[in-house]
């Protein structure tokens, strides 16, 4: 008979030896599987609180060129929109009048200028006379008051033909500066008069850009001194930013000027621009533009789960883009990965189909 002391040996031993089968029959945990292809892992960073507003580009120089003479618009070189250099003819007026009144101004500076000319010529036979005491002092007082009438009618004749010269010139109107023209106030036919609007032109040496911000956001836009411009998925920081100190009106909103830096050149004044305005500190997640791909009219990305080694696309509300990179509102969370290639992930999720 076994004595209690063996049997208990035994039923431990037996008792290990059924736990270490069982320990080595469990299935080991399943490690996660790498992405198949190049992924991004989402991150979320503390990022300024931008609210977006519109604002229009305008030139540091502005004017308003109006005609200097009357005439009939002839012909209109330049228009909205275009650019031009200091001097650039922008349009032209009839000058029929202007080159009859220039015809007329240079006849009378030939008569004038003829009759100086005998005056000065009888003028010095009398002085010499004089001088003989062949004539009287009356006679050389009468000749050289003559001669000074003279003297001036050829003045005044020289400066009419200047004037007239430079009434010719107003009829050809050109651009003050180098900028764009912003607006055109007449049409070919059209009879104009001194002082009416032609065209207007703004330059493009300096810019800057005006808008209209509310009130909450102004002392925010003070105290912080943040505000960003953007146009065509491109940025520029502004600088020398004025909020006007005055609400405008009942609309509760204050006046905002930035001006730009100079190398800000695919600006233009009369465009219309988007404003950011930094007014606090928010958490945010964003991924690259290159991972964004539509399905229908839906816009998302594909998204890898680690753990099942599965692909699926996920819808997005997406914010603004920046750069390379576009803000996500909702839909993904930080540490998600995302697949870079969004070809390569469609092509993984048509593998596993076939596989089944």
Known sequence: MM???????????????????????????????PAPYAVHTVTADEAADER?????????????????????VLEVLRDVGAEVTAGTVVL?????????????????????TAGQSATEARYQRIVALYERKAVAKATLDAVTAEREAAISRALAASAAVTAARENLGYTT???????????????????????????????TAGLRIFSDIPEEFATAVRQRGEVAVEHDGKRWPSRDIIVQPRVAGASGAVGLRVDLP??????????????????????????PQVALATRGEVMGVYVYDASQARTSFRQLRLGHRSGEFVEVLAGLEAGEEVA???SAALRHISAGRSAR
């Open 340 to 342: 870079l290639d969004p």
């Open 173 to 203: 109107v050109r651009a003050p500066f180098a900028g764009v023209v912003t607006d055109r106030y007449v049409r070919v036919g059209a009879i104009v008069q001194p002082g009416v609007p032609l065209f207007g032109i703004a330059g």
């Open 262 to 287: 100079e190398g800000a050149a695919d600006l233009r004044p009369g465009m219309v621009v988007k404003l950011l305005l930094a007014t606090g500190n928010r958490r945010r997640v964003t991924v």
């Open 52 to 72: 977006y507003l519109d604002g229009r580009v305008e030139g540091l120089q502005q004017a308003t060129v109006a005609a200097q003479t009357a005439g009939e």
């Open 92 to 112: 032209r007026l009839r000058a029929t009048q202007q080159q009859s009144g220039l015809a007329q101004a240079e006849a009378s500076l030939r008569e004038a």
């Open 3 to 33: 004595s209690p002391v063996r049997s208990a040996a035994i039923a431990a031993l037996l008792a290990a030896g059924l736990i270490g089968c069982s320990d080595s029959g469990a299935p080991s945990e399943k490690l996660p599987a």
